[in-house]
């Protein structure tokens, strides 16, 4: 079978062991079938007593422990791993799983065929939760948002992200949606001056927190929320709807 990139995967018929290198695919491995997943990033933080052998970051894992683990599979994503060390994991004969998921149909697509095809588990029921959960769009009038992601600089989420299409869903435009750029370094200045209706907070990959960010956008609506529910594809989305749209009510203070 071919994963999300077109590149063709030869997976063994059963597979015992599984490395994810992506913290989503390794809450959705760990949800769906524990007992095969045997390595994942130092990032990988849920479940919170995951015990497999670390294999150090998203962005510079450690090729030979993963080779070591001898795994089935590598499951990895588009964005959030480099191309150089999937090539090189590919290379040395290990069949490596690349999701790429910009959107949550996407992600509900992706998430199906990874499982059947990659860790030949079936389709997991909270799959068809998560589904379900967010197949209505939020009713009521729509509001804008800018979504910072860093600070020193400023970044901002752009186009083509889940982070935007999980928000526009929950009836929030994304202000740089047609950026060029999928993560705009954008003055402050110009943030404040667009006066969007929200300036949505998120505590990863920067920690903003009560302290540290609304301060910057006297005036603006601020909405502190989690990361893992903005960003995370996997089991999380059960639940992130209600806790997202908890958050983002009218009237709700940061």
């Known amino acids: 079978m071919k994963d999300d990139t077109g590149v063709a995967v030869r997976v063994p018929a059963r597979v015992r062991r599984i490395v994810s290198l992506v913290p989503s695919l390794t809450e959705s491995v760990a949800a769906t079938a524990p007992d095969t997943l045997v390595g ?12 497999v052998t670390r294999v150090r970051g998203t962005k510079n894992p450690d090729l030979e422990t993963i080779g070591r683990l001898r795994p089935d599979v590598v499951l990895a994503n588009a964005e959030e791993n480099r191309e150089p060390d999937v090539s090189a994991l590919r290379r040395a004969g290990l069949a490596v799983w690349v999701t790429r998921i910009e959107t949550l149909d996407e992600a509900f697509t992706s998430l199906d065929r990874m499982f059947r095809h990659a860790c030949r588990t079936g389709r997991p029921g909270w799959l068809d939760l998560a589904e379900e959960v ?32 999980v928000l526009r869903r929950l009836g929030v435009d994304n202000l740089y949606a047609d950026h060029p750029e999928r993560y705009p370094k954008v003055p402050l200045p110009e943030l404040v001056e667009r006066a969007p209706d929200l300036v949505v907070l998120p505590d990863e990959p920067y920690a903003f927190a009560a302290d540290d960010g609304p301060e910057a956008f006297p005036g603006l609506g601020c909405v502190l929320v989690s990361g893992r529910d903005l960003t995370w594809y996997g089991p999380s989305l059960v639940a992130a709807r209600d806790r997202l749209e908890a958050r983002l009510a009218p009237g709700r203070p940061a």
């Open 134 to 165: 967010w197949r209505e769009p939020a009713p009521g009038p729509r509001r804008t948002a800018v979504i910072p992601i860093w600070r020193r600089p400023w970044m901002v989420v752009g186009r083509d992200t889940f982070t935007g299409d």
């Open 40 to 51: 994942a990033t130092d990032w990988c933080t849920h479940p919170a007593d995951l015990d």
